[in-house]
């Protein structure tokens, strides 16, 4: 499987995608095998991240911008990934903040940690003096972070990862049916206005 990233200075050519409708090849792909999503009945979009990817934090204010606004037939869902042994960490990390139901509050907060104010989180021990510093009950997050619970999260990750053939962060997929991604759509309002049209797109079947 290989491993890019692709840097968002290079988007700043691309066209606007509001003069046209989305095209397939361009800002988007479909699956050959379509993956199973979540809750039957609604339509699903599943972002692919890292805390580690600049990418991911980059993209993320206007993603939760976005997010706030879906109407409830919408299920929004993050998938955190590693490509390294060294992201695992923090792949249990988003897991352990998710089933403590802390994401509102911590979620954002890890991305600023990393890339705003360079604090290593690679360690469990920088992880404890992070959520310390966070307000967060340390034991309990440490204590999840180990759990069974966030270990199966960690293997239906990976799996979900290779059933799309996951190569780059952050990506999204509508419906387990369509990829796309900031860098294929030309930038991270393009890639919401794709988002809204597979959404669309999904809801005809």
């Excluded at 809750?39 to 997010?67: D, I, N, Q, R």
Aim: proline share 6%.
């Amino acid at each position: 499987m290989q491993r890019r990233h692709f840097s968002l200075a290079l988007l700043a050519a691309a066209s606007p995608l509001a003069a046209r409708a989305a095209t397939e090849g361009r800002e988007y792909t479909r699956l050959q095998q379509p993956v199973p999503v979540a809750v039957p009945g609604k339509v699903e979009v599943t972002e692919f991240f890292g805390y580690w990817c600049p990418h991911c934090s980059a993209l993320e204010p206007e993603l939760e911008a976005w997010v706030r606004k879906l109407p409830a037939d919408v299920n929004f869902r993050r998938m955190p990934v590693a490509f390294r042994p060294a992201d695992e960490g923090l792949q249990k990390l988003y897991f352990a903040i998710e089933s403590l139901g802390l994401v509102d509050s911590l979620h954002r907060k890890v991305f600023t940690a990393i890339h705003g104010q360079r604090v290593p989180l690679r360690t469990d021990a920088e992880i404890a003096d992070w959520a310390k510093s966070a307000g967060a009950d340390v034991p309990k997050l440490m204590d999840a972070m180990k759990s069974f619970t966030v270990g199966t999260k960690v293997r239906q990750a990976r799996s979900a990862a290779e059933a799309v053939r996951l190569d780059s962060v952050p990506t999204l997929v509508v419906q387990g049916r369509y990829v796309t991604s900031s860098a294929a759509a030309g930038g991270h309002p393009q890639l919401l206005a794709v988002l809204d049209e597979l959404i669309a797109r999904s809801r005809k079947g």
